[in-house]
């Protein structure tokens, strides 16, 4: 059953409910104010005559003249004696007035419904104010009552009727307004499903469906963002796995088939080892990157001393600093303390440090400064820099630039940085080149650790 067909099926369940509830409440309190209503009339009218029968009881005139205005007021009345239980008088036949005195207790005062065969009458009792135990009981018939209680009530049935159509009309209106949107939203996972990202609109809703496709929304993008990322990710692997696989390829061929001298095929087989050495770091790195995406909870975080951790870094790279003859300076603060997984953490800041060497012309610097409870680690070169459209980039995967060798190393470096809850950046240096900032938030650094 959809959603609107349930909603408008309960709301008119329970309109049916409270309008059930209010037609019997309201039938049966009609009935009892006119009945309440009708002893008031008749109280008054019995009044007059019990005043009217106190004055002038007596003459055949006077008797003749209250039977004429009896009729007239078509009333039905007993003149009953308390003291002996008898009806002295009655307006009704005397079979009839039998009848009813049988089937009615006359002396229960308080009992104001009386019962003629299927009849109900209703009555009033007036005591005669100078002949103790003397009482004028007045009756109605409760079939007058009965109908004007019928058509009050049909009126009500009317309005209620007219009343509960308009609130299921307004009801599916509403529920309309509401449920639209929701399969509005369907279509729009629908077209999630098949990854038609591009063709989603956007749904007008209020409230929390709002929010619910505001998420939607976001979701699909952030999944669009993700899959383009994916899909960029495979055609730069498969690119940077093909192309010594190719170099491979076509060496070992040439070797297989005897087109090369022995010179050459010596040579041949230099540059295939050293393309399956290459083949290996990339496939390695591959499973450091897919590692730590999958196994975050891999690492193993230590307090690090800061100048140590340099000392170590410094350590690795001077064969190459030598080589390039760099200009390496480094400027450490004491007493700062880094929480990281060392070897991790070693490997992503060697991996900055190196590319600086590579792209410096004479001058790498690395720094560590604490201002603030936020650690920060600085490298920077006096090469050709970063551009700020490549900066949007390098820490992709495979991402290089036109020195670049195979663009992993900075993807590894902020996968390994974000794990111990850093950041990394890059931007302009006053030696002319990158700079590199690694940043740490002591307070949050601690609480991981
Ligand atoms: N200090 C730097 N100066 C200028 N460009 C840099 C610097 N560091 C990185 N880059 C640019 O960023 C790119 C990505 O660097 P990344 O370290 O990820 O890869 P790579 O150095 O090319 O290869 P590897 O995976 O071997 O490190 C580089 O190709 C280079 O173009
Ligand atoms: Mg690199």
Redesign the pocket.
Known sequence: MKLQSQLNAAFTALLIVIMAAAGFVIHSLIMDLLIKDEQRQLEETGELLVSFLNEQYGTEDDLRSFNNFLKEQNLQLFMYDRNQDAVLFSTMSLPVANDFFQQNDFSATDETLWSYGKDRFVTSRILFYNISGLELILLTPMDDLEIVQQNFFNRLLLVFLIGAAAAVFLSYFMTNKLVTPLSQLKGQLKKIEKRQFNEMDRIKATGEIKEVEQSVYEMAQELQRYMNSQQTFFQNASHELKTPLMTIQGYAEGIKDGIFDEKESEKGLEVMVTEVKRLKGIIN?MILLAKLDSEPADAKPVAIDAKEFIEKIVERTIPIVNEKKINFKQSVENNIIIVADEEKMLRAVL??V???I???KSEVSIQVMKKKQIIAIL?E?D????SSE?AAH??HRF???????????????RAIIEQANGTIS?GKSELG??M?KILFETEKHKDKS
């Open positions: 790195e991996n900055i190196i590319n600086g590579r792209h410096a490298v070169d090469g050709e820099g970063v490549e390098i820490f991402v290089k630039g036109k020195n670049g060798e195979t663009g992993l190393g900075l993807a590894i470096a890059v080149g990158a590199f």
